[in-house]
C-alpha cells in the first residue's frame, strides 16, 4: 500500500529566501506524485504532478520538484518565498492505475516580513 | 466560469440530524470524490464515483451515504449514525480513468460542518 510521510508540520522562513518542504513515499508500484496548496478555509489547488515523465517537475508560482526514485523523496522547492505563499501544502501519492489518492498529514508554510 | 461549487459554505447540524452537503461541478468530468479533513491531518477519502448511477466506499464511508444520479451532482449525506461529524468537507472531479493513470483532481471550495 502506498503512503506519503512529510517530515515538517511547520516550516517559517524568511521573504525572499529559499523554501524546501520535505516529502518521502512508499509505493509498491510506480507512483505519481502530487503537490497541492490550500489557503485557510479554501479547497486544494494544484501547484505540480510527476507521473514518470521528467523528474524535475515545474509547477505554478514558481515551485518545482524533483522525484529521486533511489531516496524515495519528492522534495517541493521554491527559489525565493513570497508572503502569499504562506498557506498548508500537501504531498500526495498515487499508484498508476489507481484513481485513488493517499495524502501527507500537511505542512504549513509560514513567511515573514 | 468552469468549477466546482460546494455549499452551504458553513453548516450546524443538532446531534441526531442527518445533513447534506451539496456538491456540483460543470467540468464535464466523470469521477467526483468525497474527503473529510481534519485538524494536523491529511484528507481522507469517504466515497467516490467514477461514473453516474455508481460509487465505492472510501477508506472513511461509516455513517455518510452518497448518490450519483447525474453527472454533474455528487451530494453527500451525513448521518447520525457518524460519531464524530464535525469537520471540513472537501469535494473534488477529476476527467475519469482513462487507462493513463490518476488524473488530476480539482477541488471545490469546501464545506465546513460542525455539530451542536
Known amino acids: 500500500a502506498q503512503s506519503v510521510t512529510q517530515l515538517d508540520s511547520h516550516v517559517s522562513v524568511s521573504e525572499g529566501t529559499p523554501v524546501l518542504l520535505r516529502c518521502n513515499y512508499s509505493s509498491s508500484y510506480s ?16 501547484l505540480l504532478k510527476y507521473t514518470s515523465a521528467a523528474t524535475l517537475v515545474k509547477g505554478i508560482n514558481g515551485f518545482e520538484a524533483e522525484f529521486k526514485k533511489s531516496e524515495t523523496s519528492f ?39 | 466560469d468552469g468549477g466546482i461549487t460546494q455549499s452551504p459554505k458553513y453548516l450546524f447540524r443538532k446531534e441526531g440530524q442527518n445533513v447534506t452537503l451539496s456538491c456540483e461541478q460543470n467540468l464535464n468530468h ?17 466515497y467516490y464515483s467514477q461514473i453516474v448511477n455508481d460509487f465505492q466506499k472510501g477508506d472513511i464511508a461509516e455513517g455518510y451515504s452518497v448518490s ?28 475519469g480513468d482513462r487507462g493513463g493513470g490518476p488524473d488530476t483532481q480539482y477541488f471545490g471550495p469546501g464545506t465546513r460542518l460542525t455539530v451542536l
Not at chain 1, 31 to 45: A, E, I, M, R, T
Open chain 1, 31 to 46: 507512483p505519481s506524485l502530487f503537490w497541492y496548496v490550500q489557503h485557510p478555509n479554501k479547497g486544494l489547488q494544484l
Open chain 1, 75 to 113: 522534495h517541493l522547492t521554491k527559489p525565493s518565498a513570497h508572503m502569499s505563499d504562506a498557506a498548508e501544502y500537501f504531498c500526495v501519492v498515487s499508484d498508476t492505475g489507481s484513481q485513488k489518492l493517499v495524502f501527507g498529514t500537511g505542512t504549513r508554510l509560514l513567511v515573514s516580513p
Open chain 2, 30 to 46: 466523470d469521477a467526483m470524490y468525497w474527503y473529510r479533513q481534519d485538524p494536523g491531518q491529511g484528507l481522507r477519502l469517504i
Open chain 2, 68 to 95: 450519483r444520479e447525474k453527472k454533474e451532482s455528487f451530494p453527500l449525506t451525513v448521518t447520525s449514525a457518524q460519531k464524530n461529524p464535525t469537520a471540513f468537507y472537501l469535494c473534488a472531479s477529476s476527467r
